[in-house]
């Protein structure tokens, strides 16, 4: 494997507006991800931004920016983007999205995605944590993966994703974090597809590969980074982050 990292960023967040931008102890929120990606050590990073501003603040760090349309619908349509710029003769078969909102992902997490394409028949990789507690199982805005590690394994296929706790019956319920590693193929792929019907009913965009026939693998780590959404999450990643 080949693998390139991108990390798309955009400034229209509705709870916390210029997100990418949000300063963590000096630096852009989007620096200190892209500062997580580099120490993973897999691959090139870049950052595929959809304003100006964020181009500006990646470069200044020394980072790779690449401009995509601002019109662009999701994350994986600005990946794609940036890729066709980046890597127009396919050196990378690949391609890691990493949100921009994850200041406090692990070095070893963005190894672990890879895990589960080592399966050729395996698309798209993610990453899966577990819940803990009834509350998060709860809660609507923790997305679950219905997979069942056998003993002693990495990783599991992705049978669904749901906003509700699958499935049901005894046993553990797994957190999806919303990091992706797609081959080449499988991403061009991804973003030519419409809408399916149970994305939209979900609000997944992951159940569009799974309707597709499409194969997500899920690999397991001891616990996922939290996205920063709210100004509350800003200032747990800025306790988190202290020098």
């Excluded at 620096?31 to 501003?53: D, F, K, L, T, W």
């Excluded at 499988?186 to 992951?206: D, G």
């Amino acid at each position: 494997m080949t693998p390139i990292v991108l990390i798309p960023a955009r400034l229209a967040a509705t709870r916390l507006p210029g997100k990418p931008l949000a300063d963590i102890h000096g630096q852009p929120m989007i620096v200190h991800v892209m500062r997580r990606a580099q120490a993973a050590g897999i691959g090139p990073v870049a950052c595929a931004c959809a304003e100006p501003a964020i181009a500006e603040a990646v470069r200044a760090a020394g980072g790779i920016a690449v401009p995509t349309d601002p019109a662009l619908p999701s994350g994986s349509d600005r990946v794609h983007a940036a890729l066709a710029s980046l890597d127009p003769d396919g050196m990378h078969d690949v391609i890691v999205n990493l949100q921009g909102d994850f200041p406090t992902i692990a070095p070893e997490h963005l190894r672990a995605v890879l895990r589960p394409l080592a399966d050729p028949t395996i698309d798209i990789a993610t990453l899966v944590a577990p819940i803990h507690d009834a509350a998060e199982a709860a809660a609507p805005s923790v997305v679950k993966a219905a997979c069942g590690f056998a003993e002693g394994a990495e990783w599991a296929p992705a049978l669904y994703f749901s906003r509700a706790a699958i499935p049901s019956g005894e046993g553990p319920l797994w957190h999806h974090i919303g990091v992706y590693a797609y081959r080449r193929a499988a991403l061009a792929r991804f973003v030519a597809l419409p809408e399916s019907v149970l994305e939209r009913r979900e609000k997944l965009e992951q159940l569009r590969a799974l309707e597709a026939g499409m194969r997500i693998g899920c690999a397991r780590i001891a616990h996922g980074p939290f996205g920063v959404d709210t100004p509350a999450d800003l200032a747990e990643a800025r306790r988190v982050l202290a020098p």
